[in-house]
């Protein structure tokens, strides 16, 4: 490995470490006093957001393929997680951890066979066709969710549709290093040579394929593999919330994850991560700043939307990609040249 990938290497782990660092003084010194739970849970959620749509983007911005059912892969690695962490637990008494890890792995192993599933006949579409079949599959996954009485299943308690009694062990320590991990893995997958073909499929499918890709086997790891990252982010919610309810991973569930990635820049891994726990956060910290404003605050969100749209369609970061080190190179560059002057 050359010795500038190195540094570049090393100067992100510095940041990730900062950034945890940074967390634990805000959370753990109860530096918020009474408002250190509520700020806790927007960290949790945005975190959980930053993975899915994060997954999302590697249809969308670098497979180049609209999904409009990605709820629907997050809410298989919910119900499957919470089930069998909740059938562990009546049986064998697990620490914390143990049980996280357990979650997080049958959440994303079972959405990701899902996935592999769907798309294999699905990703033989593309465009609207393909769209279409995403949000029917979402919404069947969400109905049959509705209606197979997983209570009586694993023995839980119930209210309604809903089902309760999860083990909350998602801390936002186990779920920033999950973050951080899965972004790492799907880093690296763009950068690998099947990212690569993923982005030459996206280019130019013809010419991709007259080349010696294999379109559809590439698709179809992709989906898999964007499968899996939205069950982890799923495992990781149902173990924080405690109780699932089908109707939270709808349409709107979907095209909010979509609206993101769009937002965020799509085909830009740093976008997503950025706008992902802003936009995940924003509607409650709207109503909590201003009280008044909290009939409103999914008006005052859509508004704002609306208005990024407007001045900035190709989103946030738009196809590039924020580097740590790059922004210090030339941090240090400026400097060096009014030295000179």
Known sequence: MPAKMKKNYLICIIGVVIGYLLLSLVFDTGILGTRSAYFNGLAVIGMFYTIVVCSLNLLTGYMGEFSLGHAGFMSIGAYASAIVTTLIGQKVELSGIVIYLIAILVGGIAAGIIGFLVGIPALRLSGDYLCIVTVAVAEI???????????????????????????????????????????????????????????????????????????????????????????VGGAVYAHYITTLVPTYFNFSKSSEFLAIVILGGSGSMTGSIVASPILAALPQMISYVVPAFASYRMLIYAVILVIVMIFKPSGLFGTREFSLPKLLERISGSRKKADAR
């Open 141 to 231: 996954v969400r109905v049959v969710l509705s209606n197979v009485g997983i209570p009586a299943i694993t023995g839980a308690a119930t209210f309604g549709k809903s089902f309760s009694g999860i083990a909350k062990v998602s801390d936002y320590h186990y779920v920033y290093i999950t973050m951080v991990v899965c972004i790492f893995i799907m880093y690296c997958y763009i950068r690998s040579r099947y990212g690569r073909a993923l982005i030459a499929i996206r280019e130019d499918r013809i010419a991709a394929e007259s080349s010696g890709i294999n379109v559809t086997r590439t698709k179809v790891l992709t989906f898999t593999i964007s499968a899996f990252f939205a069950g």
